[in-house]
């Protein structure tokens, strides 16, 4: 009777379930997203160039800065009335979003990976989200062009694939250091980090060339905070060390972090009686560092770069006004260096195009034709250095205004 | 109407019970349009609101609410034959892994099934598997074992995953402070896993006695003692820069040499590296589950001072329970650094502790079948969802849903979805006021 | 010593601290001494007081600048609305997540898990609903240093914060000793069976002792997100610190948890003089582990129904 029973049920139920579970597993090994492969629109081999960044998330408008950049030169390339001209192949856009993280990052790395069509990534944007997911990316040698992850330890790694077109953080500390001790000819500054990974390295290159320059300074790490979903840290923390800061009677805080933390510790600062200058770096160079902490406290803030504004006319005007037209916003942090990098990507496709066909185009000979590439930008001249790393370095300086405008002050 | 009929039917409709039911139905449905409403806009805190509630798609969750509600309220009458088929179902499967010959079938299927899979599934799935199903579905069983089988409410178990990350980068030298001497990289494993375990017994001891609320809050405090550690500590963590450069396993012993590989196709060697020894913690942990360790975890479990009493040491035993989870989760953490190559402390934070929790919950505590069902199907869950890119969901709102299912779960089926027969009656007692259910109860340190 | 420098800043910072740490300790406690319940879930409701406040106070002030007498009137109707929104979540997570559990006599674990779901679905329900983003709360008043002591500021907000804590706990303690609710809550939290028995209504005790606690966390949500804005994360930390608070002056402990809530803001405070600020919590986080492990029941150790 059990057997009967047993059969009967495994006929009823368990065929239906174990078909249908194949079909589920066949059908997901096909659901990844990917766009048209080779054979798209008409009879032209289409690529995919895709970015990698956070779309999403407290940090989510530098993402989008340079999202937006990257497709508007994708779409300005297919127009064919680009700096390109007319290209043999069709170029898609794809966008995905690590949140900055590098638990996000690796399997967003995989579904690239995985996607045949996508022949070189911009990104990742945050230099954790690099770490975790480049291996992959090495992996299947699939260039990645950051437009922003900044932290030096990217280079030393011995990927092949990785190229960065804005200067490490071992050239925005030192850089600043010297800004403050020769152009502000302050004596003593108070370091700052938030306990991320970019703001570590970035404050530690800035103390040691600091104290080469004779300047004296005290470095302390206050976490990012649950507020700013930036850390563990509670924003009581910052009257504590914003005493500390004003007893020390340093000339300057140089802050490495975001523009979020930034603000709540500057209205700190400002509350306790800090009458010294505030100084911060990129992560910190967008108005809502401004709205944050009020324009009274955040006027005369500097802020260093290894991205520029664009000269608003010339060449780039078309850039911004395009950008806006696109995006429904400004231009900002980086959108620029992303739009260079796009291009470069562009630029190595047309010659790869020319010398091995439109449709042969392959991951490794991307690599192999960024490593060798010269290609004049709105921000730059790009050339790579063996490790990756741009050649040539530049910092810059930007200032915010008493009503809250920012503004670039010239190059460190 | 007669006097002498009873009430109406429309008068026991409105019998106050099925009215609250009804009540707790559509606020249940409303709550879940929210849920699954668009995201609100920066700054217009009442958007997301409106265009959840006030909206057309409203009145589909209010008709799914009082077709729920008709469900709950005259499952009784139902079709008959319906549940007469559902239940001979469950007894007939019931009956049926009783019997040993079909049990080891199907967990013979199972394994030819789990190793066959992953070759089929695009990279993508691949690494799902790998890094969010098994990784997770490993720590769900050590978990399980300090919640399920002795009862502890661990918040801060993530932080011995933390440890073993750690140790792994340690002996790879990928740490500024550099191992005594070379490893083979085979056994980075043990000694990683034995230091996550001494770091379990060294936390355990002075805190196990204490009881279940305040060992929750303790743990967590641990868990957030030692995430802020590792991030200021930079020069033996490398601080809130992490880690990078982290060996990936390799054996080298006895001639035999496999190196497992970088990157993408790092993926099946990983997984069947997990396999292994999740299929080895399942035999172990059923083993301990029907040996003394574990009639004295339950024992601790239902009856903490009756246990004591018949001459167990709770606390002994409590550290055992403790030991083993951390050291599962431990071996979690090995692989996990061995594979990513890079650890960013700040990533382990409380909420990745809860999430297991949620899973061990959510499948059964106690119940081996269940923490596996449990964490394989919500991790599979919210990947499917995320990958797919279904319009109403967003994965931002992930712990929305999941914080959500904790409540329902503890209110409607705290057992879990899987649970041991033994929980079950267990919390069914504790409902009618014999035993306790779980090590929170009884102490003798309650204040 | 380490601390002598920036002493009295620190004291004081520590103290403003403390009196926010103390309000929400006292949520935990009196939920503690009714139920033998870790409200996880308090920390939201601290989170709804925060935007409670921000919502009443956005539509109140425009771009204008209070001073004077309006700014007391704008505080009082900010701290309002905050408490209100406090009170209501309170009283519907004891509705929704409790009570359904006390109805069918669950294990105490179902307890705690039930509050730590709640916690994390209300917490990210709000950053779904409101944004991500903190959302600074127009200033009710003007914040200066409005006088020195040994050279150390005091400004506006430590005032209004210390006037407001004050004015609450007075209140909190005539409603514990004096009204018949008080009574009520006393003698659950001394015997709930007994009580009952006496006439008590349980169900009614205990959903208005959520509610109370939950008035005081959210006006305390309120006050911690004046400078720094509202938003959804902002409740896990000050909630765990005051829980610490409340453990350490002993849990069910009324008075325990306002000096508690104090001692803990200050020696936090005061040993970032001697640490970097990045073990701050750590300290906080150690206190906790010590008392629990050493000394449970606290600094005072009694109970709600002995106390006040």
Same mark, same amino acid.
């Given at each position: 009777?059990?057997?009967?029973?047993?059969?009967?049920?495994?006929?009823?139920?368990?065929?239906?379930?174990?078909?249908?579970?194949?079909?589920?597993?066949?059908?997901?090994?096909?659901?990844?997203?990917?766009?048209?492969?080779?054979?798209?629109?008409?009879?032209?081999?289409?690529?995919?160039?895709?970015?990698?960044?956070?779309?999403?998330?407290?940090?989510?408008?530098?993402?989008?800065?340079?999202?937006?950049?990257?497709?508007?030169?994708?779409?300005?390339?297919?127009?064919?009335?680009? #700096?390109?001209?007319?290209?043999?192949?069709?170029?898609?856009?794809?966008?995905?979003?690590?949140?900055?993280?590098?638990?996000?990052?690796?399997?967003?790395?995989?579904?690239?990976?995985?996607?045949?069509?996508?022949?070189?990534?911009?990104? +990742?944007?945050?230099?954790?989200?690099?770490?975790?997911?480049?291996?992959?990316?090495?992996?299947?040698?699939? %260039?990645?062009?950051?437009?922003?992850?900044?932290?030096?330890?990217?280079?030393?790694?011995?990927?092949?694939?990785?190229?960065?077109?804005? =200067?490490?953080?071992?050239?925005?500390?030192?850089?600043?250091?010297?800004?403050?001790?020769?152009? /502000? @000819?302050?004596?003593?500054?108070?370091?700052?980090?938030?306990?991320?990974?970019?703001?570590?390295?970035?404050? =530690?290159?800035?103390?040691?060339?600091?104290?080469?320059?004779?300047?004296?300074?005290?470095?302390?790490?206050?976490?990012?905070?649950?507020?700013?979903?930036?850390?563990?840290?509670?924003?009581?923390?910052?009257?504590?060390?914003?005493?500390?800061?004003?007893?020390?009677?340093?000339?300057?805080?140089?802050?490495?972090?975001?523009?979020?933390?930034?603000?709540?510790?500057?209205?700190?600062?400002?509350?306790?009686?800090?009458?010294? #200058?505030?100084?911060?770096?990129?992560?910190?160079?967008?108005? @809502?560092?401004?709205?944050?902490?009020?324009?009274?406290?955040?006027?005369?803030?500097?802020?260093?770069?290894?991205?520029?504004? /664009?000269?608003?006319?010339?060449?780039?005007? %078309?850039?911004?006004?395009?950008?806006?037209?696109?995006?429904?916003?400004?231009?900002?942090?980086?959108? =620029?260096?992303?739009?260079?990098?796009?291009?470069?990507?562009?630029?190595?496709?047309?010659?790869?195009?020319?010398?091995?066909?439109?449709?042969?185009?392959?991951?490794?000979?991307?690599?192999?034709?960024?490593?060798?590439?010269?290609?004049?930008?709105?921000?730059?001249?790009?050339?790579?250095?063996?490790?990756?790393?741009?050649?040539?370095?530049?910092?810059?300086?930007?200032?915010?205004?008493?009503?809250?405008?920012?503004?670039?002050?010239? +190059?460190? | 109407?007669?006097?002498?009929?009873?009430?109406?039917?429309?008068?026991?409709?409105?019998?106050?019970?099925?009215?609250?039911?009804?009540?707790?139905?559509?606020? $249940?449905?409303?709550?879940?349009?929210?849920?699954?409403?668009?995201?609100?806009?920066?700054?217009?805190?009442?958007?997301?609101?409106?265009?959840?509630?006030?909206?057309?798609?409203?009145?589909?969750?209010?008709?799914?609410?009082?077709?729920?509600?008709?469900?709950?309220?005259?499952?009784?009458?139902?079709?008959?034959?319906?549940?007469?088929?559902?239940?001979?179902?469950?007894?007939?499967?019931?009956?049926?892994?009783?019997?040993?010959?079909?049990?080891?079938?199907?967990?013979?299927?199972?394994?030819?099934?789990?190793?066959?899979?992953?070759?089929?599934?695009?990279?993508?799935?691949?690494?799902?598997?790998?890094?969010?199903?098994?990784?997770?579905?490993?720590?769900?069983?050590?978990?399980?074992?300090?919640?399920?089988?002795?009862?502890?409410?661990?918040?801060?178990?993530?932080?011995?995953?933390?440890?073993?990350?750690?140790?792994?980068?340690?002996?790879?030298?990928?740490?500024?402070?550099?191992?005594?001497?070379?490893?083979?990289?085979?056994?980075?494993?043990?000694?990683?896993?034995?230091?996550?375990?001494?770091?379990?017994?060294?936390?355990?001891?002075?805190?196990?006695?204490?009881?279940?609320?305040?060992?929750?809050?303790?743990?967590?405090?641990?868990?957030?003692?030692?995430?802020?550690?590792?991030?200021?500590?930079?020069?033996?963590?490398?601080?809130?820069?992490?880690?990078?450069?982290?060996?990936?396993?390799?054996?080298?012993?006895?001639?035999?040499?496999?190196?497992?590989?970088?990157?993408?196709?790092?993926?099946?060697?990983?997984?069947?590296?997990?396999?292994?020894?999740?299929?080895?913690?399942?035999?172990?942990?059923?083993?301990?589950?029907?040996?003394?360790?574990?009639?004295?975890?339950?024992?601790?479990?239902?009856?903490?001072?009756?246990?004591?009493?018949?001459?167990?040491?709770?606390?002994?035993?409590?550290?055992?329970?403790?030991?083993?989870?951390?050291?599962?989760?431990?071996?979690?953490?090995?692989?996990?650094?061995?594979?990513?190559?890079?650890?960013?402390?700040?990533?382990?934070?409380?909420?990745?502790?809860?999430?297991?929790?949620?899973?061990?919950?959510?499948?059964?505590? $106690?119940?081996?079948?269940?923490?596996?069902?449990?964490?394989?199907?919500?991790?599979?869950?919210?990947?499917?969802?995320?990958?797919?890119?279904?319009?109403?969901?967003?994965?931002?709102?992930?712990?929305?849903?999941?914080?959500?299912?904790?409540?329902?779960?503890?209110?409607?089926?705290?057992?879990?979805?899987?649970?041991?027969?033994?929980?079950?009656?267990?919390?069914?007692?504790?409902?009618? $006021?014999?035993?306790?259910?779980?090590?929170?109860?009884? $102490?003798?340190?309650?204040? | 010593?380490?601390?002598?420098?920036?002493?009295?800043?620190?004291?004081? *910072?520590? !103290?403003?601290?403390?009196?926010?740490?103390?309000?929400?300790?006292?949520?935990?406690?009196?939920?503690?001494?009714?139920? &033998?319940?870790?409200?996880?879930?308090?920390?939201?409701?601290?989170?709804?007081?925060?935007?409670?406040? !921000?919502?009443?106070?956005?539509?109140?002030?425009?771009? &204008?600048?209070?001073?004077?007498?309006?700014?007391?009137?704008?505080?009082?109707?900010?701290?309002?609305?905050?408490?209100?929104?406090?009170?209501?979540?309170?009283?519907?997570? *004891?509705?929704?997540?409790?009570?359904?559990?006390?109805?069918?006599?669950?294990?105490?674990?179902?307890?705690?898990?039930?509050?730590?779901?709640?916690?994390?679905?209300?917490?990210?329900?709000?950053?779904?609903?409101?944004?991500?983003?903190?959302?600074?709360?127009?200033?009710?008043?003007?914040?200066?240093?409005?006088?020195?002591?040994?050279?150390?500021?005091?400004?506006?907000?430590?005032?209004?914060?210390?006037?407001?804590?004050?004015?609450?706990?007075?209140?909190?303690?005539?409603?514990?000793?004096?009204? &018949?609710?008080?009574?009520?809550?006393?003698?659950?939290?001394?015997?709930?069976?007994?009580?009952?028995?006496?006439?008590?209504?349980?169900?009614?005790?205990?959903?208005?002792?959520?509610?109370?606690?939950?008035? !005081?966390?959210?006006?305390?949500?309120?006050?911690?997100?004046?400078?720094?804005?509202?938003?959804?994360?902002?409740?896990?930390?000050?909630?765990?610190?005051?829980?610490?608070?409340?453990?350490?002056?002993?849990?069910?402990?009324?008075?325990?948890?306002?000096?508690?809530?104090?001692?803990?803001?200050?020696? *936090?405070?005061?040993?970032?003089?001697?640490?970097?600020?990045?073990? &701050?919590?750590?300290?906080?986080?150690?206190?906790?582990?010590?008392?629990?492990?050493?000394?449970?029941?606290?600094?005072?150790?009694?109970?709600?129904?002995?106390?006040?």
């Amino acid at each position: 009777m059990l057997r009967v029973a047993i059969v009967r049920r495994i006929v009823r139920y368990a065929v239906p379930l174990v078909v249908g579970g194949v079909c589920l597993a066949a059908c997901s090994s096909s659901s990844s997203p990917s766009p048209s492969t080779t054979g798209g629109s008409g009879s032209l081999p289409s690529y995919t160039i895709a970015y990698e960044g956070p779309l999403s998330g407290g940090d989510a408008q530098l993402g989008l800065n340079m999202k937006f950049a990257v497709e508007l030169a994708i779409n300005q390339a297919n127009s064919g009335t680009s #700096q390109f001209g007319k290209l043999p192949f069709k170029l898609n856009f794809l966008g995905e979003d690590d949140q900055g993280s590098p638990s996000v990052s690796p399997s967003v790395a995989t579904s690239l990976v995985d996607n045949s069509s996508v022949i070189a990534v911009v990104g +990742p944007a945050f230099s954790g989200a690099t770490k975790a997911a480049e291996p992959t990316f090495s992996g299947a040698n699939l %260039a990645t062009v950051t437009p922003s992850a900044t932290n030096p330890a990217l280079a030393t790694q011995g990927w092949s694939n990785f190229f960065r077109v804005v =200067a490490d953080d071992n050239a925005q500390g030192p850089a600043d250091a010297q800004y403050i001790a020769n152009t /502000l @000819h302050i004596k003593s500054v108070y370091v700052v980090n938030d306990a991320s990974a970019y703001a570590v390295g970035l404050t =530690a290159a800035f103390a040691s060339e600091a104290r080469s320059l004779g300047m004296t300074v005290t470095s302390e790490q206050v976490p990012g905070t649950t507020q700013c979903s930036e850390g563990t840290g509670s924003v009581t923390e910052y009257p504590a060390s914003a005493t500390k800061v004003v007893s020390s009677g340093a000339g300057a805080l140089y802050y490495g972090g975001y523009y979020c933390g930034f603000a709540d510790f500057a209205k700190a600062l400002r509350s306790a009686g800090f009458k010294g #200058q505030l100084f911060s770096d990129d992560g910190s160079l967008d108005p @809502h560092y401004v709205s944050g902490a009020g324009a009274t406290v955040a006027s005369g803030t500097l802020i260093s770069c290894p991205c520029q504004t /664009l000269a608003s006319s010339g060449p780039a005007s %078309a850039f911004i006004s395009q950008f806006k037209t696109l995006a429904g916003f400004a231009v900002g942090t980086y959108s =620029a260096e992303s739009y260079d990098a796009t291009n470069t990507i562009i630029k190595a496709l047309k010659s790869l195009a020319a010398t091995d066909g439109a449709s042969k185009i392959t991951r490794a000979g991307v690599v192999q034709g960024l490593k060798s590439i010269t290609f004049v930008g709105l921000t730059k001249t790009i050339k790579f250095k063996s490790n990756g790393d741009i050649a040539g370095t530049a910092e810059y300086v930007y200032k915010v205004g008493p009503s809250g405008t920012i503004s670039e002050v010239g +190059p460190a | 109407m007669s006097v002498h009929e009873g009430p109406s039917r429309l008068n026991r409709l409105r019998d106050s019970r099925d009215f609250r039911r009804l009540g707790a139905c559509v606020f $249940g449905m409303l709550v879940l349009a929210l849920v699954t409403g668009p995201e609100g806009i920066q700054g217009n805190p009442t958007y997301g609101v409106i265009q959840s509630w006030l909206r057309p798609r409203v009145v589909g969750f209010l008709i799914a609410a009082v077709v729920l509600w008709a469900l709950m309220t005259f499952w009784g009458r139902l079709s008959g034959r319906i549940r007469a088929e559902v239940v001979e179902v469950a007894d007939v499967g019931r009956r049926l892994f009783e019997s040993r010959l079909p049990r080891f079938g199907t967990y013979l299927l199972l394994i030819v099934l789990a190793v066959l899979l992953p070759q089929i599934l695009s990279g993508t799935w691949q690494e799902i598997t790998v890094d969010q199903i098994g990784t997770y579905v490993l720590l769900a069983l050590g978990l399980n074992v300090v919640v399920g089988f002795a009862g502890l409410l661990d918040l801060g178990y993530i932080a011995f995953y933390l440890i073993g990350a750690y140790s792994t980068a340690y002996w790879s030298g990928a740490l500024p402070v550099q191992p005594p001497f070379d490893l083979n990289p085979f056994f980075i494993i043990p000694f990683a896993v034995l230091a996550a375990m001494l770091t379990g017994v060294i936390l355990g001891t002075p805190t196990l006695r204490l009881r279940g609320d305040y060992l929750a809050i303790v743990t967590l405090g641990f868990g957030e003692i030692i995430q802020i550690v590792a991030t200021n500590l930079q020069g033996v963590t490398g601080g809130a820069e992490g880690v990078i450069g982290i060996r990936h396993f390799s054996v080298n012993l006895f001639g035999v040499r496999y190196a497992w590989p970088v990157g993408a196709t790092a993926n099946l060697p990983y997984y069947y590296l997990l396999l292994g020894f999740v299929v080895v913690a399942l035999v172990i942990f059923h083993l301990l589950e029907h040996s003394r360790v574990g009639r004295a975890w339950t024992a601790i479990r239902e009856d903490e001072v009756a246990a004591a009493a018949c001459g167990i040491n709770p606390l002994k035993y409590k550290i055992m329970a403790f030991a083993i989870g951390a050291s599962t989760s431990g071996f979690a953490g090995v692989l996990f650094a061995s594979k990513i190559g890079f650890i960013d402390p700040t990533e382990f934070s409380v909420q990745m502790s809860i999430l297991v929790l949620i899973l061990v919950v959510f499948g059964g505590q $106690g119940s081996l079948a269940g923490a596996l069902v449990g964490a394989a199907f919500i991790q599979w869950g919210q990947n499917f969802l995320r990958v797919l890119n279904v319009g109403w969901y967003n994965e931002q709102d992930l712990y929305v849903y999941l914080g959500g299912l904790l409540v329902v779960m503890m209110i409607f089926r705290p057992q879990g979805v899987l649970p041991s027969r033994r929980r079950s009656r267990e919390i069914g007692l504790a409902e009618h $006021g014999i035993g306790t259910a779980d090590a929170m109860s009884a $102490g003798e340190t309650a204040p | 010593m380490c601390f002598t420098q920036n002493f009295w800043s620190l004291l004081i *910072e520590g !103290l403003a601290n403390g009196f926010i740490y103390a309000l929400i300790a006292l949520g935990y406690t009196l939920v503690y001494g009714v139920l &033998r319940l870790i409200n996880f879930a308090h920390s939201e409701v601290f989170m709804s007081g925060a935007f409670g406040g !921000l919502f009443v106070l956005q539509n109140l002030i425009g771009s &204008r600048q209070p001073g004077g007498l309006t700014s007391v009137w704008l505080v009082a109707i900010g701290i309002a609305g905050a408490a209100a929104a406090g009170g209501a979540v309170a009283f519907l997570l *004891e509705r929704v997540a409790y009570r359904p559990l006390r109805r069918r006599n669950a294990p105490r674990l179902a307890f705690l898990i039930s509050a730590i779901g709640a916690s994390y679905f209300l917490y990210n329900l709000a950053g779904k609903e409101f944004g991500r983003q903190a959302i600074n709360i127009p200033a009710p008043f003007t914040n200066g240093t409005v006088f020195t002591v040994f050279g150390a500021p005091v400004q506006t907000y430590y005032l209004v914060v210390a006037a407001v804590t004050i004015v609450l706990l007075v209140l909190l303690d005539r409603v514990v000793a004096k009204t &018949r609710l008080g009574q009520g809550i006393r003698s659950v939290a001394q015997d709930a069976e007994t009580a009952s028995l006496m006439g008590v209504n349980i169900d009614r005790t205990i959903s208005l002792t959520f509610v109370i606690g939950g008035l !005081l966390g959210g006006a305390a949500g309120f006050l911690y997100a004046l400078p720094v804005g509202a938003v959804f994360t902002i409740g896990f930390t000050p909630g765990l610190k005051a829980f610490t608070a409340a453990v350490l002056g002993g849990i069910g402990n009324v008075r325990g948890a306002m000096i508690g809530g104090l001692l803990l803001g200050v020696v *936090e405070n005061l040993s970032v003089a001697c640490i970097s600020t990045s073990w &701050r919590d750590v300290v906080a986080f150690g206190i906790l582990v010590i008392v629990l492990m050493f000394r449970p029941t606290g600094l005072f150790g009694e109970r709600l129904g002995r106390s006040a």
